[in-house]
């Protein structure tokens, strides 16, 4: 019987295959008393599956350090190797075992539960989803103890011609490392959302995927043949031949569009009436530069600095923090990269940062002490930062991105620490050249009032992912009002309208680089407002490249003066269809 299932959208594509199920093992533990004198054996039982299970994560590391392999998986399988070892999951399964002389794995399922709920209590959404980090590594020690096979059946992916469909109640980041060797097309879980790791992980090896599916697991059989429309957010469970092959009309149209577009890489971005535009790339990581390259990206709009320090105990140091923005300055060549200073905070959590200037996890921490606010509370972390970030100068084009300002005080301050480091960098005789120095536009009241930033910055940039959301007061993470998260709204395109042409009025290079900037949908609309600098990641890149390619600037001007004038969001997006 044909039936769909709706989720979250998190890794765009079709992938259309047969249903391979992947056991929830939290489901199956049963409990069971131990004789006294077999307590020491089951004890030496748990300790040896947490053996094996950190053999498994070391093998997985090596996995993810293979050429082709995201760079964010190695620090995910380092966060679970991290919480294997942790006592506080540990230590209190043995003690469960010694005091109720239970079965371990009974004892950890138990000692899982209390964990997580410690993180329920977290009112920041990242925050939350990560207790499925300890969900997933408590998982891992089960299969062991379980006896289940830690891979997915090669001989079964061998054994039929479709491709497979991975459906589970949850996966972790690890278990999808394995997807690029075996025949795995897509996946659909029951939990999950878009700031989850594995939505990360699906969308940095391209697979389709949809999660927060809620009963799929229980739904779906074996060998069911599935459609997972990861762009919709779409599952169709046993289709008929003719919604099959629509799909598959759709899917073979995707890969051929895919395929044109690389034809565009040496391509110059520029308009139709001769407009040259600058497409540049957001990274998260020093490797991240090679797949900006790849696309023939302008340069780095955007490196967000805050992953060097994520996923640790220890801060980075000013030399370990030198070398990774060397790196990123070295291989753009004579292209510029533009490096956001320290981003913490909000939905972004660094451990070794937990007890540093109030508590980051705070209640609506998206409103607290993040970006430049915590940098300034702490000035001599912001330093060894700066100083890190002035010594690559020396070796490329380097620009200086500064966070979430608001005030002309912090723009102050920031300078004046700016030069500080310079100052210690010259007694020092470490070598810096001159370094461009901007500032996101990301709060509405940093849009409404740019004085301050046109008159003691050199650039700017839109953070519209920000923007949107301190604009219409919402929790972009929280599910129960992301529908209200809305780019059309008049009141953000109002505000990004009066930041591009505030800059452009005084000669000043402004930027967007938000999820905006790489939505080809919304490519014409910014260049209609004048926009002439995008910044997005290396995978959008072509796509909007394209759009650039295909407009009219002057056209486009006329057009969205037009729309501008409407405060209705339906005729705004009935009318950007029309660009």
């Not at 060549?333 to 109030?358: F, M, Q, S, W």
């Not at 120095?437 to 940039?461: D, H, T």
């Not at 295909?550 to 405060?567: F, N």
Request: aromatic fraction near 4%; hydrophobic fraction near 45%.
């Amino acid at each position: 019987m044909t039936f769909s299932l709706h989720g979250q959208a998190v890794s765009g594509g079709i992938a259309i295959g047969r249903a391979h199920l992947v056991s929830h093992v939290i489901l199956e533990v049963a409990q069971y008393q131990l004789r006294e004198r077999d307590v020491a054996g089951e004890l030496a039982r748990f300790d040896k599956a947490v053996e094996v299970a950190g053999a498994e994560l070391n093998a997985l590391r090596g996995e993810a350090s293979v050429p082709g392999a995201p760079a964010e998986l190695s620090a995910f399988v380092d966060l679970h190797a991290m919480i294997l070892a942790d006592p506080a999951l540990t230590d209190g399964v043995r003690a469960l075992i010694r005091e109720r002389r239970c079965n371990a794995e009974w004892a950890m399922v138990q000692q899982m539960q209390q964990v997580v709920d410690q993180f329920d209590e977290f009112e920041d959404a990242y925050l939350r989803e990560r207790k499925q980090d300890i969900v997933q590594v408590v998982e891992r020690v089960l299969k062991v103890l379980l006896g289940k096979a830690r891979k997915l059946a090669r001989r079964k992916a061998a054994a039929i011609d479709d491709e497979l469909i991975v459906v589970a109640n949850d996966l972790s980041p690890a278990d999808t490392i394995q997807f690029k060797s075996l025949k795995i097309d897509g996946f659909v879980t029951d939990l999950g959302g878009s700031t989850s790791h594995t939505a990360i992980v699906a969308r940095s090896l391209a697979i389709p995927a949809v999660v927060g599916m809620q009963h799929a697991r229980s739904l779906i059989q074996d060998d069911d043949l599935l459609i997972v429309d990861g762009t919709r957010g779409v599952l169709i469970v046993d289709p008929d031949l003719g919604v099959l092959q629509e799909y598959r009309l759709r899917r073979s149209a995707l890969a051929l569009e895919r395929s044109k577009l690389k034809r565009l890489v040496a391509g110059r971005s520029q308009t139709l009436d001769g407009e040259s535009v600058f497409l540049h790339a957001n990274i998260e990581l020093p490797q991240d530069a090679e797949r900006a390259k790849e696309v023939g990206a302008d340069g780095v709009g955007l490196y967000r600095t805050e992953f060097l320090f994520m996923n640790r105990d220890e801060l980075p140091g000013e030399d370990e923090q030198f070398e990774a923005y060397r790196s990123v300055v070295r291989a753009m060549g004579d292209k510029p990269v533009t490096i956001r200073t320290l981003d913490i905070g909000a939905d972004k959590e660094a451990r070794a940062l937990r007890n540093r200037a109030g508590n980051l996890a705070a209640p609506n921490p998206a409103l607290g002490l993040r970006a430049i606010r915590f940098c300034l509370a702490e000035p001599q972390l912001f330093l060894v930062q700066l100083r890190a970030i002035l010594r690559a100068s020396h070796y490329g084009k380097l620009r200086l991105l500064i966070p979430m300002l608001a005030h002309a005080t912090e723009i102050e301050q920031t300078l004046a620490l700016i030069e500080l480091a310079k100052l210690q960098l010259r007694e020092a005789r470490q070598k810096f050249d001159a370094v461009a120095i901007g500032g996101m536009i990301e709060i509405p009241a940093a849009a409404l009032s740019l004085g301050p930033f046109l008159r003691r910055l050199n650039f700017l940039s839109i953070g519209t992912n920000d923007l949107i959301q301190y604009t219409l007061a919402i929790d972009r993470t929280d599910g129960a009002v992301a529908h209200l998260y809305d780019p059309l709204h008049p009141a953000v395109l109002k505000l990004i309208v009066q930041t591009i042409q505030g800059a452009q009025r005084v000669g000043m290079p402004v930027a967007v680089c938000g999820e905006m900037a790489g939505d080809p949908k919304m490519t014409k609309l910014l260049l209609g407002m004048g926009l002439r600098e995008f910044s997005m990641h290396p995978a959008q890149l072509l796509e909007v490249k394209q759009q650039v390619m295909m407009s009219d600037s002057a056209q486009l001007a006329v057009r969205v003066a037009r729309l501008l004038k409407s405060d209705e969001p339906d005729k705004i997006s009935e009318q950007l269809d029309k660009l």
